[in-house]
């Protein structure tokens, strides 16, 4: 499944969805995980329409978004168009991140991520 994360170094996820430039984009399975690109988020107007539709486009076609902070609405309209929106826990980098999603997948994941990992 393909998971994106806020980052402004590609190597930690610390940054705002909605305040976010680029997102690194990832595969990842029980067994194998792979980098596929940096998703840059073209400017939008500072209207909060415009920047979460912004995103949407980009991320239309990942199953997991990692953040450090969203909005209320930005999270709604993510998971209304199935993807699903996690605060990260402090500053985390994507490798801990990725570990900690492979051992999930590789034992009992729970229903949300089944479902996730459906899409």
Request: charged share 25%; hydrophobic share 40%.
């Amino acid at each position: 499944m393909k998971i994106a994360f806020a980052t402004s170094d590609n190597q930690s996820i610390d940054q705002h969805f909605g305040w976010s430039t680029q997102f690194a984009v990832w595969e990842v399975g029980a067994d194998e995980s792979r980098f596929l690109s940096m998703v840059d988020i073209e400017p939008a107007s500072d209207h909060e329409d415009d920047k979460i539709d912004a995103r949407l486009k980009r991320l239309a076609d990942c199953t997991i978004v990692y953040v450090t902070e969203i909005g209320g609405p930005a999270a709604a309209r993510l998971v209304a168009n199935r993807i699903h929106p996690v605060k990260s826990r402090g500053h985390e980098t994507i490798r801990e991140v990725i570990g900690r999603i492979q051992a999930v997948l590789a034992n009992n994941p729970p229903p949300w991520l089944r479902q996730a990992m459906q899409k």
